[in-house]
């Protein structure tokens, strides 16, 4: 990758991480706007890691939990489509705080149990633009627990409970590629307590998961 390659993905990082800003600020209008732009410009042969990043966000954005449930499956097809060899920079993903917190009650965003875990991008090691870049796949395998829970949690939002369950137990069997700190803890405990949700719901007994029956 030449130095101006460099330069160029991560300018798309720090555009990317300002309009988050924005979102964790509560101008959901504007992030939604910037990030549309900058998926505009990616393209869909764009960095498959910028596109992951960005689409993980904008579902963030989304007041609908169908749009929500659209981007998030937009940010599973990027990471599905990282091409070997690939050297995007690294992406953010949610931060520290959003989405699901490690432990009840903490952070702002969705409540517990009912999202992705924590910044996507913390458990790589980095955030945007930021300090030596692992590569590509060792980066999305840390991605999909996070990336299936945030699926799992859309669907239990549009009350199909067994898209659900297929997508928590992926994230599940996912989650070995997680290290053991305090971001993939965080995952894991995510996971747990949308577990939980799923088994104890009125008028189904618990049950169990899709990978049990294997």
Request: glycine share 14%; with cysteine; hydrophobic share 35%.
């Amino acid at each position: 990758m030449t130095e101006q390659q460099e330069a160029s993905e991560d300018a798309v990082m720090t555009r990317i991480g300002q309009a988050v800003i924005l979102l964790h600020a509560g101008d959901r209008e504007e992030a939604r706007n910037r990030l549309g732009e900058i998926w505009a410009e990616i393209g869909a042969e764009g960095d498959s890691l910028h596109r992951c990043t960005l689409a993980h966000y904008m579902a963030d954005a989304q007041d609908d939990p169908a749009d929500e449930l659209a981007w998030d499956l937009r940010a599973l097809t990027a990471a599905d489509g990282l091409r070997p060899g690939e050297e995007p920079g690294l992406p953010p993903g949610r931060r520290p705080g959003h989405g699901v917190s490690p432990t009840p009650g903490e952070g702002p965003g969705r409540t517990p149990g009912e999202g992705a875990g924590q910044n996507i991008g913390e458990g790589a090691g980095q955030g945007v633009g930021q300090g030596a870049r692992p590569g590509p796949q060792q980066a999305v395998r840390v991605f999909y627990p996070s990336l299936h829970l945030s699926l799992a949690a859309d669907y239990v939002k549009l009350r199909r409970p067994e898209a659900a369950r297929v997508h928590l137990a992926r994230a599940r069997a996912a989650t070995g590629a997680l290290a053991d700190d305090g971001y993939g803890n965080g995952v894991r405990a995510a996971i747990a307590r949308l577990e939980r949700r799923l088994a104890a719901e009125p008028g189904e007994g618990p049950r169990p998961f899709p990978e049990q029956y294997s």
